[in-house]
């Protein structure tokens, strides 16, 4: 079970990179367009990570959409988790079995605790959010156990028995190696949009003044300049930047 759970947490970071690739280039005017688009991209890698389970026995499996979904819940949004959430469902009621009902209670429990973690904890990036997203993994897992009593009477206890130390010690982890991911691919990408945005407010206060405004490096060439110096000089932006005055 230990090495089934370490191979479905590391297919999930890998398909992590995927948040930051496609929020990086899903530059839509809409933002509602995003979110529904990012909740079906991570809806999808909950399928592929629910594709390669590891199986207790036919019909009862184990994989790491719990991560996924909380982590997304905590990180990602409302909108992106519930579309998640619905698609992982789905998939789950399609294969069926006897973990049918304990599967789709995993999948709510889950994306529920996420987004109730980022509601009640909104500050939970500030300090120490290494323990927040420890601390939300193992609350998310504690629900995942309790989820236990949905499986048949005859199954419950042995199931529990069996699954809770590697769902205690590993998924926790798994939850903040994810949550580190998707929280640096988040702030990069942040930070990223605050550059764009001085640069392009920057840009719109150089040209909207008639006098010659430019910044120059610490050789004189010039780094910025608005289209007043462009006039003056008679030469295009192009001509211009990275040239000194002596050039």
């Not at 297919?11 to 809409?30: E, P, Q, T």
Request: glycine share 8%.
């Amino acid at each position: 079970m230990v090495i089934g759970i370490i191979h479905n947490v590391t297919v999930l970071i890998a398909l992590s990179l995927l948040h930051f690739i496609f929020s990086k280039k899903s530059n839509f005017r809409y933002k509602g367009v995003r979110e529904i688009l990012m909740g079906v991209i991570i809806g999808l890698i909950g399928v592929i990570l629910m594709m390669t389970p590891w199986t207790y026995q036919p019909g009862i499996v184990f994989d790491t959409r719990t991560i996924l979904l909380s982590v997304s819940g905590l990180v990602i949004g409302v909108i992106p988790t519930i579309i998640a959430m619905a698609t992982t469902a789905l998939y789950r009621i399609y294969i069926a079995g006897d973990g049918i009902v304990m599967g789709v209670a995993t999948i709510i429990t889950a994306g529920t605790v996420g987004m109730l973690w980022a509601v009640l904890r909104p500050r939970w990036r500030k300090k120490r959010y290494y323990l927040e997203m420890y601390a939300m993994g193992l609350t998310t897992h504690v629900g995942m156990l309790l989820c236990t009593m949905f499986l048949p009477e005859e199954l419950r206890i042995e199931t529990l028995k069996n699954i809770s130390p590697t769902v205690l010690i590993i998924y926790p982890i798994g939850t903040l190696l994810l949550g580190i991911v998707l929280t640096a691919n988040t702030n990069r990408l942040e930070n990223e949009t605050k550059v764009k945005e001085e640069v392009e407010r920057r840009t719109s206060f150089f040209n909207a003044s008639r006098d010659m405004m430019f910044i120059k490096d610490d050789k004189f060439r010039y780094l910025l300049i608005n289209d007043a110096i462009c006039k003056f000089f008679g030469k295009t932006r192009d001509e211009i930047l990275g040239k000194s005055d002596f050039d």
